[in-house]
Antibody, heavy 120, light 107 residues
């Protein structure tokens, strides 16, 4: 059974780069059956899609974040990662990783989420 | 593409809750629904408009017609109290869209 676990710093300074990793267990990150997704949720607000990566490298990003975000896959570690540059307080959120079987499909499996606070 | 959900829905235990998700010609797209309880990750409750993942009670059902997709929860229980989000993949712009979420309160 596929399981996902987010990890990374809980505190990031304004203007710096937020870096998170999602470790996949119970399945291969390089499987052509999966798409890997990052979603965030600011405090007290709704879910916001950040981006999706396919195992073969195709990436799709939320338009308003596209200039600051990069998602990549590390097959050697069975992980995928999120980098968000030039962060501000508005990037404070719980960050979730998830997976989907198809690009238009649902996010079947979610990590538990990790809280990232942007503050000096 | 914008998905519009009512901010809140209230229902008494045992009654039926209907949570709507409005979008332009949404019936042409596949809609997925998530339940999120406080402090927890979202859980998929309906996918591809009408299908229930394994482990989701049959009390949860979905429909999608015209400009509105609907999540229906029959015989509502106290444990159904949560936030519910609709979601779809928008093409050809190629991105995920979430609705703003609906807080279901069980009276």
């Amino acid at each position: 059974q596929l399981q996902l676990q987010e990890s990374g710093p809980g505190l990031v300074k304004p203007s710096e780069t937020l870096s998170l990793t999602c470790t996949v267990s119970g399945g291969s990150i390089s499987s052509t059956e999966y798409y890997w997704v990052w979603v965030r949720q600011p405090p007290g607000k709704g879910l916001e899609w950040i981006g999706t990566i396919y195992s073969r490298g195709n990436t799709y990003y939320f338009p308003s974040l596209k200039s600051r975000v990069a998602i990549s896959v590390d097959t050697s570690k069975n992980q995928f990662s999120l980098k968000l540059s030039s962060v501000t307080a508005a990037d404070t959120a719980v960050y979730y990783c998830a997976n989907s079987g198809t690009l238009s499909g649902p996010m079947d499996v979610w990590g538990r989420g990790t809280t990232v606070t942007v503050s000096s | 593409y914008v998905l519009t959900q009512p901010p809140s829905v209230s229902v008494a235990p045992g009654e039926t809750a209907r949570i709507t998700c409005g979008g332009d010609n949404i019936e042409t797209k596949s809609v997925h629904w998530y339940q999120q309880k406080p402090g927890q990750a979202p859980v998929l409750v309906i996918h591809f408009d009408v299908d229930r993942p394994s482990g989701i009670p049959a009390r949860f059902s979905g429909s999608n017609s015209g400009n509105t997709a609907t999540l229906t929860i029959s015989r509502v229980e106290a444990g159904d109290e949560a936030d519910y989000y609709c979601q779809l993949w928008e093409s050809p712009s190629d991105h995920v869209v979430f609705g703003g979420g609906t807080k279901l309160t069980v009276l």
